[in-house]
T-cell receptor
Framework: AQKITQTQPGMFVQEKEAVTLDCTYDTSDPSYGLFWYKQPSSGEMIFLIYQGSYDQQNATEGRYSLNFQKARKSANLVISASQLGDSAMYFC??????????FGPGTRLSVLP | DTGVSQNPRHKITKRGQNVTFRCDPISEHNRLYWYRQTLGQGPEFLTYFQNEAQLEKSRLLSDRFSAERPKGSFSTLEIQRTEQGDSAMYLC?????????????FGQGTRLTVV
């Protein structure tokens, strides 16, 4: 069965600093996708970044990058140059082929001015 | 493309009443998902559709819950005889395909409060 673990219930970061949000996953399927979503207080889930299990390079999208370590089954999100608007809940999710998305419990990020 | 739309945004109902939520996915997205999210938790999978076919249902989806997607377009989620434990945010999402590299796009959710 798929499982996503996010061990940091809450994180604080100073504005303009970088922060890493941890995610580990468990699956027996060799083909899968890993996703990060942001959920501001307004409630909408916003897609941030994707990493495929066969991708050789770590994914990057603007200030977001994914530190993918396949052997360790980890897919940590790195946010560079944090902004006040980055304060939100962040969810790691996984999708095996043909299946639904499984989400972790989330990490609440607070960016301090 | 107006994104995934959910209605209503908020619903307050008395225990024992039936409620129905609607989700309009992004057009041409053949996958549609329903999730439930309680405060401080991640979304929990309820069910998903491939076009009009309901392909998987979670054990969380008791007999009081039913979902439909007639004609493979919009979807409805009905909860019968609501209970206080049903209070949650109900999220709908759609994706273009079932491939592992396809992200899901979420609506803003319907917040249900059972009093």
């Amino acid at each position: 069965a798929q499982k996503i673990t996010q061990t940091q219930p809450g994180m604080f970061v100073q504005e303009k600093e970088a922060v890493t949000l941890d995610c580990t996953y468990d699956t027996s399927d060799p083909s899968y996708g890993l996703f990060w979503y942001k959920q501001p207080s307004s409630g909408e889930m916003i897609f941030l970044i994707y990493q495929g299990s066969y991708d050789q390079q770590n994914a990057t999208e603007g200030r977001y990058s994914l530190n993918f370590q396949k052997a360790r089954k980890s897919a940590n999100l790195v946010i560079s140059a944090s902004q006040l608007g980055d304060s939100a809940m962040y969810f790691c999710a996984m999708r095996d082929y043909g299946q639904n998305f499984v989400f972790g419990p989330g990490t609440r990020l607070s960016v301090l001015p | 493309d107006t994104g995934v739309s959910q209605n209503p945004r908020h619903k307050i109902t008395k225990r024992g009443q039936n409620v129905t939520f609607r989700c309009d996915p992004i057009s041409e997205h053949n996958r549609l998902y329903w999730y439930r999210q309680t405060l401080g938790q991640g979304p929990e999978f309820l069910t998903y559709f491939q076009n009009e076919a309901q392909l998987e249902k979670s054990r969380l989806l008791s007999d009081r819950f039913s979902a439909e997607r007639p004609k493979g377009s919009f979807s409805t989620l009905e909860i019968q005889r609501t209970e206080q434990g049903d209070s949650a945010m109900y999220l709908c999402a759609s994706s273009q395909t079932g491939s592992t590299n396809t992200e899901a796009f979420f609506g803003q959710g319907t917040r249900l409060t059972v009093v």
